[in-house]
């Protein structure tokens, strides 16, 4: 191996350990964090070992009543932007290119937005129409630009289908309705499961938007927020790592099922 090999490995190395370091620290440090018995979440300086924030948590109904209401809001965020956002994917990738341009600059101008503006103006508009905030105007609001999150993901996904696939299918004799169904749902189907994932972390996440349209209805990162003003506790960092365990367990054992698949349909 040359010495410029060497050094190339060695920079990527480097870069992978920064790079991760990066990533899970911050997780690290606010896991850890649970466990100390300081009143506010910090390591240092450590005052000793203590289980007493998941009690807490338990205890805290506020935080399950955010928590609650953050998951209603992105179970209705994602049965919303998925067919929409998949419509407007089909409607895109139909387009001839200089419509297509400009489409797509329309659609995806909502990402470019401040959250803050999409907030107002949802709050603005729907108030004109006698609608105050609430769950329903959180839903609206979020969706709005959440779906141009679905559409890229499924545009990508349309950019690889062969368009000679539906056209065998309706030479056969299927109904459009049958060929959507048959060919091209299953074909999307992976990227609408990673769409709604996308969308169900973008809902809970999101902060700016919600914050002007929430009404009497708390979502957790809004309640969270008041916590920090009036006395945060690691009851917070509590919640954020049983979080974090279920989605670590949830994608270890969906790549242990897609392995498990893959070695099934090769034995076939």
Same mark, same amino acid.
């Given at each position: 191996?040359?010495?410029?090999?060497?050094?190339?490995?060695?920079?990527?190395?480097?870069?992978?350990?920064?790079?991760?370091?990066?990533?899970?620290?911050?997780?690290?440090?606010?896991?850890?964090?649970?466990?100390?018995?300081?009143?506010?979440?910090?390591?240092?300086?450590?005052?000793?070992?203590?289980?007493?924030?998941?009690?807490?948590?338990?205890?805290?109904?506020?935080?399950?009543?955010?928590?609650?209401?953050?998951?209603?809001?992105?179970?209705?965020?994602?049965?919303?932007?998925?067919?929409?956002?998949?419509?407007?994917?089909?409607?895109?990738? /139909?387009?001839?290119?200089?419509?297509?341009?400009?489409?797509?600059?329309?659609?995806?101008?909502?990402?470019?937005?401040?959250?803050?503006?999409?907030?107002?103006?949802?709050?603005?508009?729907?108030?004109?129409?006698?609608?105050?905030?609430?769950?329903?105007?959180?839903v609206v609001a979020?969706?709005?630009?959440?779906?141009?999150?679905?559409?890229?993901?499924?545009?990508?996904?349309?950019?690889?289908?062969?368009?000679?696939?539906?056209?065998?299918?309706?030479?056969?004799?299927? /109904?459009?309705?049958?060929?959507?169904?048959?060919?091209?749902?299953?074909?999307?189907?992976?990227?609408?499961?990673?769409?709604?994932?996308?969308?169900?972390?973008?809902?809970?996440?999101?902060?700016?938007?919600?914050?002007?349209?929430?009404?009497?209805?708390?979502?957790?990162?809004?309640?969270?927020?008041?916590?920090?003003?009036?006395?945060?506790?690691?009851?917070?960092?509590?919640?954020?790592?049983?979080?974090?365990?279920?989605?670590?367990f949830g994608a270890?054992?969906?790549?242990?099922?897609?392995?498990?698949?893959?070695?099934?349909?090769?034995?076939?």
């Open positions: 191996m040359s010495a410029a090999d060497r050094i190339a490995r060695a920079l990527f190395g480097f870069y992978m350990v920064a790079f991760f370091l990066y990533l899970f620290a911050p997780l690290a440090i606010m896991g850890v964090a649970t466990f100390n018995t300081s009143r506010f979440p910090t390591v240092t300086p450590w005052r000793g070992t203590t289980l007493q924030w998941f009690g807490a948590l338990w205890s805290d109904g506020g935080m399950w009543q955010s928590l609650w209401t953050s998951f209603v809001v992105a179970f209705f965020v994602v049965i919303t932007v998925l067919p929409i956002g998949t419509a407007a994917a089909l409607v895109l990738t /139909s387009l001839h290119a200089r419509a297509r341009s400009f489409m797509y600059a329309v659609m995806v101008s909502p990402l470019l937005t401040p959250g803050v503006v999409i907030g107002i103006a949802t709050l603005v508009l729907w108030r004109q129409l006698g609608v105050g905030g609430g769950v329903f105007l959180i979020q969706a709005s630009f959440i779906i141009c999150y679905v559409m890229l993901m499924i545009t990508a996904r349309l950019q690889r289908f062969d368009p000679t696939q539906e056209e065998a299918a309706l030479g056969l004799g299927a /109904s459009k309705f049958m060929v959507f169904r048959r060919v091209l749902l299953p074909f999307l189907k992976p990227a609408l499961i990673a769409a709604g994932f996308l969308a169900v972390l973008q809902s809970i996440e999101n902060y700016n938007t919600t914050l002007f349209v929430r009404g009497f209805d708390t979502p957790l990162t809004v309640y969270i927020a008041t916590k920090v003003r009036t006395g945060l506790t690691p009851a917070v960092n509590a919640l954020a790592l049983i979080m974090i365990a279920i989605t670590v270890v054992a969906y790549e242990i099922a897609r392995r498990r698949g893959a070695a099934r349909m090769a034995v076939e």
